[in-house]
């Protein structure tokens, strides 16, 4: 079964500056390893739809997702529609900055469909979430640096 994956970072900035950057969808792809493209369809808020492009290595493929939380400052989170996963970020004030919060959970496990594609096309469900886990470090380092570059 698939797990949650969390990942952190301390950022010297304020949640305000953060947010900015977390919250702008067309630089996803600049900052996740996975992501080639998220598209909103609308203003970001909850309910608005997103079209994904995903890949690792040559392979490539789409998904939809719908955004479940949207508080300025606070907290982003959208559900991909294929598999039921939802990824958040979550930004907390501390004295020093921002702590920056990303994850990935699946409260009800994920579909058939894609546990069977993890396994025949990504190397199965262990690798794979090692691979989330890596870049996801590597998708909050970048938005740390390109936080912390604007200041």
């Not at 900035?13 to 792809?29: G, N």
């Not at 996975?34 to 598209?39: D, G, I, N, S």
């Not at 069977?116 to 190397?123: F, S």
Request: hydrophobic residues 40%; positive net charge.
């Amino acid at each position: 079964m698939p797990k949650n994956l969390e990942a952190t970072i301390e950022i010297s900035a304020p949640p305000e500056r953060v947010w900015a950057v977390v919250s702008d969808l067309r630089r996803m792809s600049e900052f996740s390893p996975q992501c080639v493209r998220m598209v909103a369809l609308g203003a970001p808020k909850v309910g608005t739809w997103t079209i994904n492009l995903n890949r690792d290595g040559k392979k490539y493929w789409p998904t939809t997702a719908r955004i479940v939380r949207y508080e300025p400052s606070q907290a982003f989170a959208f559900r991909i529609n294929e598999n039921r996963s939802v990824w958040s970020y979550t930004l907390e004030r501390t004295e020093t900055g921002t702590l920056l919060i990303e994850r990935r959970d699946v409260p009800n496990g994920t579909t058939w469909f894609s546990r069977r594609a993890i396994k025949a096309a990504l190397g199965g469900e262990h690798p794979f979430e090692e691979a989330l886990v890596r870049g996801m470090n590597e998708t909050l380092g970048k938005i740390k640096n390109a936080v912390e570059a604007r200041a």
